[in-house]
């Protein structure tokens, strides 16, 4: 029976728990937020502490420095992105008229006959597919800030909330190392080397990728935005950016901008030796990736084998859309640990001449 009372209590927690984090939906997000900003940068900054520099500072530094970032985007970048988007939906009929004039024909030559009622048919699917996945994806945070903003005293509320991040995250990043303490200080002494184990080799693999990808991201963000301007793509700046920073997931960058940077080079006056230099771009950023920036800043020993990486996005995004894309491989990642884990405990219990063959 004190068996059962206590499954009863844990089965009550857990049911408590549940509840205070639905009803906190809002908090979870930002704290969510503000721990992963601590989460990426946190070696940075102890990095910084060795070389000599005050943590409190390094801190103040580098959130500053976002600040200033996320200022320079939406004051000096996000006009010159809207006007850009405005000349581009201008030139729309222009595009459907060269698209109904070199691509059709070119589909009836290989018998895929495609008439303008059927090319606006799938392009009006397309388009609702891509609404459905990215609003499907999106709801649960838009839920979060209509529910912040829906009114004054909540406006008042989500301003503080979104203040409340680069705050947070700033104790969070100071008192790192000693919250880290505390939390094993409240284990049990004889949990503390298991779970300080496991957390360091889910840290080495699952933290390495994540921010050994978003500094790859960042670098290929900006390399594909100054590219992409270079050449003269229509709304280029944007559309590296976004393609540089869809590199979390592996690969998604050439799927997010290869194509529409390809399609909008070949739609404005056919250049095709723009469209040759967008190929470039992104095939020397994958090979730059590859070749170099990953194996430096990701390391061999954390990441996972390409064909993993490649079946663990298809089967996430078959089974839960985009979320499922962009979680598959961290996934992917903590099972690699856990069965590793596993297959080591079982192999620790073979024979010697089990283990020499």
Known sequence: MPLLYRWIGWGLAAVVVVGFLYLTWGIVVLLSVSFFIAYVLSPLVDYMERWGLPRTLTIALLILAGGLGLFFFVLVLMPQLQSQARQLASRAPEWEQWLLQHIVPLLERVGLPLDQNSLTSYATQAWAALRSNVSGFGQPVLSVFSTMFAGIGNFIIGIVSIVFVPVFAF??????????????????????????????????????FLRGQFTISIILAALYAIGLSLLGVPIGGLLGVISGLANMVPYMSAVVGLVPALLLSLIEEANIWRALGVLLLYCGGQLLEGVYLG?????????????????SIMVGGTLFGLSGIILAVPTAGVLKVVLWRAHRAWRSTWSPLEKQG
């Open 171 to 208: 104790y969070l990043l100071r008192d790192f190392n000693r919250l880290e303490e505390r939390f094993y200080a409240a284990l049990p002494p004889a949990w503390r080397p298991v779970v300080d184990d496991w957390l360091a080799e889910l840290d080495h693999v699952v933290g390495g």
């Open 295 to 311: 194996p430096r800043i990701i390391g061999r020993e954390t990441g996972l084998h390409p064909v993993v990486v490649m079946v």
